[in-house]
C-alpha cells in the first residue's frame, strides 16, 4: 500500500473503476494523494502490475464484513466417538449401535475406536468382526468414509451419514 510499492511502473485504476493507464510509481501516488486516496497493490503478479486508488479503511472494513459472513454460512460437521472392546456383549454392542444411528440421524459423523489391549492383539480378527457387524448394523443411515484402519494398538472407522436425494 502507498509507499510499500516497488514497481517503476503500474496500471491504476480509480475511484470509479475507470482505468487511468500505466502511470510511473510517483505519478500514481500523487494522483492518489490529490483525491485523498490510497494506492494499493491489487495484482502485483500481472504485467504491468495493477494498482487501484481506494480508501483502504472502507475496503479493510469491507474484506473483514465478507470474512465475517463467510464464517457464519460455515458449516462444521461434529464428529462424535464412540469406543468399542473386541469382547463386547450384545446389549453394549446394541446400546453403541443406537447412539451412533441418532447422531447419524442428526448429521453428525461418528468415529468408531477399538482399543486393543495385551492378549487381545492376538485376536484382531475378533475385533475385525465386531468393527464389521457394527458397520453394517448402521449401514442404512451411514456410509463409511475411512474404513477400518489399524493405528498401534486402535482399530478405527468414521461413518458418515447418507445423504437424502
Known amino acids: 500500500m502507498n509507499e510499500n510499492i516497488r514497481f517503476k511502473e503500474v496500471l491504476v485504476i480509480n475511484a470509479n473503476g475507470e482505468q487511468l493507464g500505466i502511470l510511473l510509481r510517483n505519478e500514481a501516488l500523487n494522483a492518489a494523494y490529490d483525491q485523498g486516496l490510497d494506492l494499493l497493490c491489487v495484482a502485483p503478479n500481472a504485467t504491468p502490475p495493477v494498482c487501484r486508488i481506494l480508501d483502504y479503511g472502507k475496503y479493510r472494513f469491507a474484506q473483514q464484513k465478507k470474512m465475517k459472513e463467510a464464517k457464519k454460512n460455515q458449516h ?28 447419524l440421524e442428526d448429521g453428525k459423523k461418528v468415529k468408531i475406536d477399538m482399543r486393543f489391549r495385551g492378549r487381545m492383539m492376538t485376536r484382531q480378527d475378533v475385533g475385525k468382526r465386531v468393527m464389521d457387524d457394527f458397520v453394517e448394523a448402521l449401514s442404512d ?20 451419514p447418507k445423504r437424502n436425494k
Open 76 to 103: 462444521v460437521t461434529e464428529v462424535k466417538p464412540i469406543r468399542l472392546s473386541p469382547v463386547i456383549d450384545v446389549g453394549d454392542f446394541k446400546t453403541k449401535s443406537s447412539q451412533a444411528r441418532k447422531w
Open 141 to 160: 443411515v451411514s456410509n463409511v468414509e475411512k474404513q477400518p484402519l489399524f493405528e498401534g494398538n486402535t482399530m478405527s472407522c468414521v461413518l458418515s
